[in-house]
């Protein structure tokens, strides 16, 4: 990057001499313009004209810069008098985070003796791109978060000062989440993620959002953190039956260990929110318990117990899916399930004799009625339509009456006790 910016070197010179013209009112002062980072040797300022020193003299009366070290920042020419930068200079490596980076330097000649306090302000450069001290954040919200929850993010650093440091924030965009800054002065601006939006975990169960701290360069540095937020789940679907009507048919007399059907419901919720549980509803005939039995993890209704169309053609039963959430925060469904039962033919017709007069005169006519018979089959449809017959070679018929499944018994013919005194 191109190193133009602005930068100022201010020399302040307290020559021994200059301080006993002080007194007399008289005070010098010098500036220059330079900026940080400048190459090895590059020239701070003419430093012998500045303190009105002979050049021919500078060399034998060994005019040198004091250290205690041997090592400094600066050296001092002998030959033109000037002040040049040794090696290169880092702000941030002199004064690390002291805003007014000020170095003093202590300037010698002998012959006589001349010291020379000399202070150099090195102004920042913007060098230094913003940076986080994580890549990536990782949180954890609850999608019952309200918005307005805030959540401290680490700062970003730049050991560059003033304006070059640190000076916003942005994010990425995003419907749940903004950032907000709190200045805690000294250059230090804390993020706080602000939840603008409640979450929900079934639309959305992973947010990640890249966080930019820019500096206040032109143009500004930039540093980047990814922050992941994970949504935390709630009890807040219900289970919900896969299908909207159960009715199924069932052929009585099934054995015990028959499935009837298998309900089935589903929830959007995580974890224990969203394992289901089933149950027969509170309100449940207890003749029904005996009948059938439900389970509560498979869904799955089975017969155990005799299956009677004759008794019951058709049963409602009143089941419920709950998921397993925290016990005051269960979730339940109710469903009806419609079993009708088909009947088979497993009654036989029975035969009823209403009125029987046992002994018939001979001379009776024909047509007299013996007696009444009514037959009954408990069966449905045509397993319950009853057919009567006698044998044919006797003297009697059956008269269907006009009631259904009522018939006469009369005589077909005239009856001859001297032939057939009886009849079976
Ligand atoms: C219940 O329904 C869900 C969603 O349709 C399906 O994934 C699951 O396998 C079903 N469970 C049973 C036991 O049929």
Redesign the pocket.
């Known amino acids: 990057m191109e190193q133009r910016v602005r930068a100022s070197w201010r020399l302040e010179l307290l020559h021994m001499t200059l301080i006993i013209l002080f007194w007399n009112g008289v005070r010098a002062q010098i500036r220059y313009s330079l900026s940080e980072e400048q190459k090895d040797g590059a020239v701070v300022g003419n430093l012998a004209k500045d303190l009105g020193l002979d050049l021919r003299s500078l060399k034998e009366r060994g005019f040198r810069i004091v250290t205690t070290s041997g090592d400094s920042l600066f050296t001092v020419n002998q030959i033109d008098g000037m002040l040049n930068v040794n090696g290169k200079i880092d702000r941030e490596t002199v004064c690390e985070r002291i805003i007014a980076c000020i170095i003093n330097l202590k300037i010698a000649l002998e012959n006589p003796l001349e010291i020379h306090y000399v202070s150099v302000e090195i102004v920042d450069v913007n060098d230094h791109a913003p940076t986080f001290p994580e890549k990536e954040k990782r949180l954890e919200i609850s999608e019952s978060a309200l918005p307005g929850a805030r959540y401290q993010l680490q700062a970003a650093r730049d050991p560059d000062s003033a304006t070059n440091s640190v000076q916003q924030y942005k994010l990425s965009h995003n419907d749940h989440f903004r950032i907000e800054i709190k200045d805690r002065g000294e250059d230090r601006k804390m993020p706080f993620l602000v939840l603008q939006k409640a979450l929900d975990r079934e639309t959305t169960s992973r947010h990640k959002l890249l966080l930019t701290a820019l500096d206040g360069g032109r143009p500004p540095k930039t540093g980047t953190m990814e922050i992941i937020v994970d949504v935390l789940d709630v009890n807040d679907n219900m289970p919900v039956f896969?299908q909207d009507v159960y009715s199924v048919t069932l052929k009585e007399n099934v054995p015990v260990g028959t499935i009837v059907v298998?309900v089935?419901a589903?929830d959007m919720d995580d974890g224990t929110n969203g394992e289901i549980f089933y149950t027969f509803g509170s309100d449940i005939d207890s003749k029904l318990l005996k009948l059938f039995d439900l389970n509560s993890n498979?869904?799955e209704i089975t017969v155990i117990g005799p299956i009677d169309y004759e008794e019951t053609n058709n049963y409602d039963i009143d089941i419920q899916a709950s998921d397993k959430g925290p016990v005051n925060y269960r979730l339940t469904s109710d469903k009806s399930i419609t079993i009708k039962i088909i009947d088979v033919n497993d009654n036989a017709p029975e035969i009823e004799v209403t009125s029987f007069s046992s002994a018939v005169p001979e001379d009776s006519k024909v047509g007299t009625t013996v007696a009444l018979i009514s037959v009954s089959d408990l069966d449905s449809g045509v397993n319950g339509k009853v057919l009567c017959y006698i044998t044919e070679d006797l003297p009697f018929r059956l008269t269907p009456s006009s009631q259904d499944n009522i018939y006469s018994l009369v005589t077909a013919s005239s009856l001859d006790r001297e032939t057939v005194p009886r009849y079976d």
Do not use: K, L, V
């Open positions: 896969t298998q089935n589903t498979t869904g």
